[in-house]
């Protein structure tokens, strides 16, 4: 064979074979996130370190992805995540760009009216970032007059809301938690409210902070983070279900929170 017929023939093969690839692989590339065999893409807000957050590499990590990686392992689907952001996550939820929400999302009446949740799978509570020496020792003080931040939209922010009164301007409502927590250290805020987890996570992340947590569990409830899926997606939210309810059983929910949640 001389060397252009040879050549002539790898490209030949090559050509078959891509075609070949082609067909089989092209099917699977639609943009449509309904639950299209097995692959469910999920929606998050990745600024909610240790629960979603962004990676130095820009990966979207955390306990809460840690968590739905081990209930996909457990049901046999694959997972996407798109970080989406906070308040577009509830529309994305609606519209179908996303199959379900993981973000700390706590489970709450209100939200259950247009909105199904899984079973909860993480225990958290609201608690109060203050200024170190601030006079601010509990809830009730929020109500004297004090500027308080929270990122909008949140179990935090509602708190908040009932407290001092819906439309107060004394409250800050961010887009996200880590500016609300700017807005106090900034000194625009006396306080900062939002969920333990990610608050003690800040805490320990910038220990040369002047701040201070304020816990006050008597005077609020306890909040159940649940997974989000569609009103009316019982095919998406009871699959999760039984992931949740293995990784429950077999101890590795415990693992990744380090507490036990019933
Ligand atoms: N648990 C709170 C709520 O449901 C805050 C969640 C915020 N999560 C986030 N990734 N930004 O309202």
Same mark, same amino acid.
């Not at 694959?78 to 989406?84: A, D, F, H, L, S």
């Not at 529309?91 to 993981?102: H, I, L, Q």
């Not at 910038?206 to 899926?229: A, S």
């Given at each position: 064979? *001389? ?42 807000? #990745? ?5 979603? +957050?962004?990676?130095? $590499? ?9 968590? !739905?990686?081990?209930? #996909? ?8 995540? @798109? %970080? ?10 609606? %519209?179908?760009?996303?199959?379900? #929400? ?12 247009? +909105? ?5 799978? +993480? ?10 020496? $601030? ?11 004090? !500027?308080?931040? #929270?990122?909008? %939209?949140?179990?935090?922010? @509602? ?16 887009? *996200? ?19 333990? $987890?990610?608050?003690?996570? +800040? ?7 002047? !701040? ?6 008597? %005077? ?27 990784? @429950?059983?077999?101890? @590795? ?10």
């Amino acid at each position: 064979m *001389t060397r252009t017929l040879r050549l002539w023939s790898l490209t030949l093969l090559l050509v078959a074979l891509s075609a070949v690839l082609f067909a089989c692989g092209g099917g699977d590339e639609e943009a449509d996130a309904t639950t299209d065999g097995d692959k469910l893409v999920v929606g998050t807000d #990745a600024t909610y370190a240790p629960m979603e +957050y962004m990676d130095d $590499s820009g990966e979207i990590v955390g306990i809460d992805i840690d968590i !739905v990686d081990a209930i #996909a392992e457990e049901i046999g689907v694959e997972v996407e995540y @798109k %970080n989406i952001g906070w308040e577009p996550l509830f529309p994305a939820v609606d %519209n179908g760009e996303v199959d379900f #929400a993981v973000s700390s999302i706590t489970i709450t009446e209100e939200r259950e009216e247009s +909105y199904d949740f899984t079973d909860p799978y +993480y225990v958290a509570k609201q608690v109060i970032l203050v200024p170190e020496g $601030s006079d601010i020792t509990g809830f009730k003080d929020l109500e004297d007059d004090k !500027v308080i931040s #929270a990122q909008i %939209n949140t179990t935090g922010h @509602k708190v908040v809301q009932d407290l001092i009164g819906e439309t107060n301007p004394n409250i800050l409502a961010a887009e *996200t938690m880590p500016l609300a927590i700017t807005e106090m250290l900034n000194g625009n805020a006396d306080a900062s409210v939002g969920d333990n $987890s990610t608050v003690n996570e +800040y805490m320990e992340n910038n220990p040369n902070e002047d !701040v201070e947590v304020i816990e006050d569990d008597d %005077n609020v409830d306890q909040e159940h983070y649940g997974l989000m899926v569609k009103k009316g997606n019982d095919e998406v939210r009871e699959l999760l279900n039984e992931g949740i309810a293995k990784i @429950k059983e077999n101890g @590795k929910l415990e693992e990744i929170t380090g507490f036990v949640v019933e």
